[in-house]
């Protein structure tokens, strides 16, 4: 690991201690640990599955919306790496998607498509309880290294932890009411991508960048900003594309 490498990995975990003492923002939280794991790991893209209420898994975040979709793909179809992951509470791989007698047919078919060759799936896990799983995945078939896998379970059990000791947690009903709390704001944010996505012009990978650096740096809870481009019609839209200037609800071209 370079030195670099080292001072992102320490900035992290202190980033993500530091999630649970400030103004708790699950959905910021689970794309944080994405971000870094794909920063900081051999991964091409991450993804959070956690349980909702009644123990159904539900995509929580992603580092790129290619992720996300295969991430729902597996839900839906109840096959793959990151399903067997939660269920057994053990690491998962599959090194090679692209070849044949697969383990996960229609999970492989899916995710080769989406430009992915290797995942590997990590518990979310307290002692016995687990919460979820973080999904690496690799543009390249082959497995991850060792070092990569022990510091994302790391990762992973720092984030477990974060969202069952959050505000007064070690309580099982208020752990249940923040991950639908999160899992219903998953679904705000994406109508309020999909929005700023056809209004400006945008791939959903960059509208969500824009929305949520436009939460950080106006100080708003990231749902409250999804919320209000979703419920003003004449809002504007954060930070337009360079080259673009706003203009009320709309962005014409111009400095």
Do not use: Y
């Not at 992951?85 to 070849?99: D, E, I, M």
């Not at 309020?192 to 950080?216: I, P, S, V, Y």
């Amino acid at each position: 690991m370079t030195e670099m490498d080292a001072e992102l990995l320490s900035d992290t975990f202190v980033d993500l201690a530091d999630t649970m003492v400030a103004d708790f923002d699950v959905i910021d939280f689970l794309h944080m640990l994405t971000d870094r794991s794909v920063q900081l790991l051999s991964a091409s893209a991450a993804g959070v599955l956690l349980a909702d209420p009644r123990g159904q898994l539900r995509v929580a975040a992603a580092s790129s919306d290619a992720a996300g979709l295969v991430e729902l793909f597996q839900i839906q179809n109840d096959q793959g790496p990151c399903l067997d992951c939660f269920r057994s509470g053990q690491p998962v791989t599959a090194a090679g998607l692209a070849g044949p007698d697969q383990r996960w047919p229609r999970f492989a078919a899916a995710a080769t498509q989406a430009g992915f060759g290797a995942v590997h799936a990590l518990p979310m896990r307290l002692r016995k309880q687990v919460i979820g799983a973080l999904n690496l995945f690799s543009a390249d078939p082959g497995r991850f290294g060792a070092a990569d896998l022990r510091i994302g379970q790391a990762l992973a059990d720092v984030a477990t932890i974060g969202l069952l000791q959050e505000r007064n947690v070690r309580r099982a009903e208020t752990l249940a009411e923040q991950l639908q709390a999160a899992l219903n704001s998953r679904v705000v944010i994406e109508q309020a991508k999909g929005k700023m996505a056809e209004r400006l012009g945008l791939d959903m990978d960059r509208a969500f960048a824009l929305l949520r650096d436009h939460a950080r740096n106006t100080n708003q809870r990231l749902t409250d900003v999804a919320r209000h481009v979703i419920d003003s019609p004449t809002a504007d839209f954060p930070a337009p594309p360079h080259g673009q200037a706003r203009l009320g609800g709309e962005v014409a071209p111009g400095g």
